[in-house]
């Protein structure tokens, strides 16, 4: 194996850039050549494709977002558009490739294995929804991110004797609204995976009041519903003074933490490891604090795990 | 002059606890009592009211929100209420009162000052719209929350060559938006003082595109019209992949900058000052970075004058 | 078992607030009465002791250091104090005990155990140190607050091509230096775990300089020793222009993460949960991802085992 | 004029990169090309010096540092040097220069001026210690750093009962110790610019503790003395739990404030609009919130004036 492409694919998550810097410099490390991808598989179809040295990655491992960019592009389900994708790979010399996004960005990644390129996924994602990994890059950095806004919020419900409705991402997973709801004492936390008693959280709330709460927090995952929806939802068994909040785009930004970066860094350490034993088609995971390295035709059929002792652990905190 | 009174009033602001803070140690510096009344002008009514120590105001200066809690209170335009108002002070021994809010506060605080009761008001709030201030306490800190939200858009803006439209918080005044605007390097400031021209602004993000700019960002003042009505119109002069973003309420919490709370602490101690001279019905601001105080009916008929230099500077540099 | 006591002892660490919140609801939520002890065993010894309540540990979750307060109290060891705290627990009728520190504190909660007052450790320390548990309380956000300072001094050191060598916390262990020097891109760390070969890392920075690297970072545990005396040694091997930084005591303070306020959560809740079984003499640690309880017996031989790995993959990454 | 050239010099500021970018915008919207100087006066005689465009100053708004690096030269002091210096502008069609740094670059501004290239200097540095300006480019973002910095370590300082003494960075000024001391609520803020009491201060910490203080703080300009020397010095006048602490050159990087992009921002439009209208030694500064333009020559002979009415203000606090 000579070359290693790069690539960033789906929505971008911070600690994209510390995994592109892991790869580049492990793969140097090895006497192997890296060449990175601009716009995911877009870029690469375009030809978007460029050599790295260790210098391209200097400065980078504490910048949010990813700077090979990053695309959603559909058409590369297509055999037409995989087969342009090969082309380029062949131009450029490429050997393999690590992939850095979702699970949607896995197909392509096989895809190119399959076609004798072997790729190896890294799980780039604030949602925390791929399976086989506890934690995606991305997540923790998002859920800080979270935290902080909330914890602001909360200064002024505090003040007003509100209760704010704040709608966090995670797509269809629920794990940014867990982590944070706990971290933050939400009265409630709805998440797709639990079914929820909008009665038992008026309930809840309206005693918290009772008990001299001053303010109320209800943490929703945007997977159930948008926060105005919910507020009128909610308005139907109380008189409460709610709004709705919706934290948006600026969860998916932001310089990583540490752990986003750490765990960036082993990941895409293992991927040159993986690519160098002559694998493929393998997403790398983090399970139980130990790297692994599932196939990835077994995570199309799998459903990520949440830490589900959460969500009870707090309802007991909010009594 | 025994025993001075303080309370907040209206929406919170970052930096109103360090403001509290310089009262009461300025007061008790000068051997006179303090007396804390909880949310505003309806806790004043209700007597809710408790006396202060140097000990009670320590560890707040870093603390946003406010520790005496907020209302608004329509009801004390009546007379009936002010006079119910006054009872409690003359109850409780207050000579004189703090009243730090919007200026919407100024007029409970002047109806006391009529009566007898010298009260001086403190700007604070957000939205920097107080007349004959420069700033108001909360006002930078808001903006430097706003200004990290949309530096972390920004990251994964850059990633995907969109345009973001974020709301910031400002009512009626375009303040925030202004100085957000300039600090985030908008490519357009939408603000209520100026008329925008929704074709100006499309023109300026496609040309921008053009020159190969990788995203595009329009700061919105919430008192023009909200994100989503902004986009919808933005969409009508282009086909941009345009996404709407409202800050929230996270604007108006977190713990206050080193400006909120210097402006803070010297407002609070003027404000004793000033009832040490046994004046009141005065409004204390800052302009051109000297610490003045004026009649708070001038206020009520005039309007708050923000930098506007900084729009058309903006514009040059979207340029 | 009717009554749990909760006290905080040696350093303090982000997090302790959110485990005192965890231990309480929960106990409260099984209708125990819990009791706080201010200043850890000393407090405990005088009699410190006061009734908690759901409101009492409200807003305290984001809140850094204790509002326990804490202390280091050597005198603990003597078998006479310990029954002096001991007659204070029967005076309060405290049946059990939580104790939230290092492992130091451990010994404490071992002797109430063998007395009949069964205790149970959480591990609340910014250190890392202690054995059986992957991560302790107050760990991530130190990381995180070194990390925040380091990429500051970062954005100086390129700007004049210095070599920064950063002193960080960790008494006798190397974790903070270790995950603190891969997320910040270090070209060594120096831990108290793994000798260290001053003249390999003068080359190193040499090397990196030569490549067009603009700035040199070392990243050194204070367990190895101080950033002068290694700058000093650092110099007999090139001509850096090298400064020394030493991080302080602003590792133990700051708002938690979401990773140690979740992980106080658990640990706390399952605190009390061992308490209810009966057990006590438990330290409670998390290990690959899972809660687990150790004898404390078993923690005073052993010793922390870190993420080594962290340390070579570093050092390829520096190349 | 057909173009400007653009240098940053002395220590480097948060902001420097926004001014550049300011006066790049301005410069260009007005059909003046921009060159940028690398590493200050040291790179304008190695020639190190490239052209920019609009595209050069994306996305660096926000980011610490400054990307045309900065160097301290003495060497400029020299008529030979500053020939060689001069024959560059010629080399590369340079008409005038815009000069971000200390008033120790200035020197170097008026040489060139004087030959002819009129040079335009913004005071860049976090030590506000440039006269005839009110603030600096940088110092609003340092104050911060130090604050949340100090805000972490008073946590802890509350659980301790300690004293802790905390170096700021100012060189010889002490603008950055007095508002950071006012914004932290210091016992004691220790600036070159007033003779301090050490014994009154030991008497005020006592006094504090006393009065059920839990901590004390003494915020100390490096100016004056290091925080080790000062921390003995106490302790002959106390037996007090103190710690030193040393923040260092974080002060001197992040992303700057709102403040420091804004006033950066107005100051590089200023810079171009004052050589457009073919003035030149001229240095910018911010006075009573006005935008002035002073004869560089006046600043040499003159002391910055802080506002020293926040020392006895915060003497009052801390009674």
Not at 1 to 22: E, F, V, Y
Not at 24 to 41: C, D, P, W
Not at 167 to 183: E, K, S, T
């Amino acid at each position: 194996m000579k070359r290693i492409g790069i690539l960033t694919s789906g929505g971008d998550a911070p600690g994209m850039n510390a995994a592109i810097r892991a790869v580049t410099r492990t793969a140097l490390a090895n006497n192997i050549e890296v060449f990175g991808i601009h716009y995911g598989f877009a870029g690469l179809v375009a030809g978007d494709i460029f050599q790295m040295t260790s210098e391209t990655v200097a400065d980078k491992i504490n910048r949010g977002g990813t700077f090979l960019y990053s695309a959603r592009f559909p058409e590369f389900a297509q055999e037409e558009t995989q087969l342009k994708g090969i082309e380029q790979l062949k131009k450029h010399g490429i050997d393999a490739l690590v992939v850095i996004g979702g699970d949607g960005s896995y197909h392509g990644a096989l895809r190119l294995t399959e076609h004798g390129y072997n790729a190896i996924g890294l799980p780039g994602s604030i949602d925390n929804d791929i399976p086989y990994t506890d934690y995606t890059i991305g997540f923790d950095t998002a859920c800080n991110t979270a935290m902080d806004a909330i914890d602001k919020i909360r200064d002024t419900a505090t003040s007003h004797q509100r209760v704010f409705i704040v709608n966090v991402m995670g797509r269809g997973c629920g794990d940014i609204a867990l982590h944070v709801g706990v971290a933050t004492g939400a009265d409630a936390i709805v998440i797709p995976e639990e079914k929820y008693d909008i009665k038992a959280i008026a309930e809840t709330l309206k005693q918290g009041f009772a008990n001299g709460k001053k303010h109320g927090l209800v943490v929703l995952a945007e997977g159930v519903t948008d926060a105005e929806t919910f507020r009128k939802e909610l308005l139907e068994y109380g008189d409460f003074d709610a709004r709705a909040n919706v934290l948006g785009h600026m969860q998916r930004g932001g310089s990583p933490t540490v752990r986003d970066r750490v765990l960036a860094s082993k990941m895409g350490a293992y991927a040159v490891e993986l690519l160098l034993e002559g694998k493929g088609g393998l997403a790398v995971g983090i399970q139980n604090n130990k790297l692994e390295a599932h196939d990835m035709l077994d995570l199309f059929d799998a459903k990520h795990q949440g830490d589900y002792s959460l969500y009870s652990l707090n309802k007991d905190f909010a009594k």
